[in-house]
Nanobody, 120 residues
Framework: QVQLVESGGGLVQPGGSLRLSCAAS????????MAWYRQAPGKERELVAG???????NYADSVKGRFTISRDDAKNTVFLQMNSLKPEDTAVYYC??????????????WGKGTLVTVSS
């Protein structure tokens, strides 16, 4: 059974920074794409940033230049460094990964989410 566990959320003032982490555990043969999504109250879940197994990344326009996604494959972990946070970044942030629990088979996995609140 594969699990994704996020950490690092919390309350931060506008202009501040937070670093989210998401660790995958369980039966893992390989990890393909990893990503962070977020869902604000009353809104749909949206892609924040993604990173491929080769390290190429992409970002939502709203976070470009402020957020950085990275991964540590030795630790099966993906990170999201969030700088210059704005109140509109307030949301529950979810980790996503496409994981092969064994060769020739992949599944999509989601974490349970971590709340980020940007407020003075």
């Amino acid at each position: 059974q594969v699990q994704l566990v996020e950490s690092g959320g919390g309350l931060v003032q506008p202009g501040g920074s937070l670093r989210l982490s998401c660790a995958a555990s369980g039966s893992i043969f390989s990890i393909n794409d990893m990503a962070w999504y977020r869902q604000a109250p009353g809104k749909e879940r949206e892609l924040v940033a993604g990173i491929s197994s080769l390290g190429s990344d992409n970002y939502a326009d709203s976070v470009k230049g402020r957020f950085t996604i990275s991964r540590d494959d030795a630790k099966n972990t993906v990170f999201l460094q969030m700088n210059s946070l704005k109140p509109e970044d307030t949301a529950v942030y979810y980790c996503y990964a496409n994981i092969a629990p064994y060769r020739y088979y992949t599944m999509d996995y989601w974490g349970k989410g971590t709340l980020v609140t940007v407020s003075s």
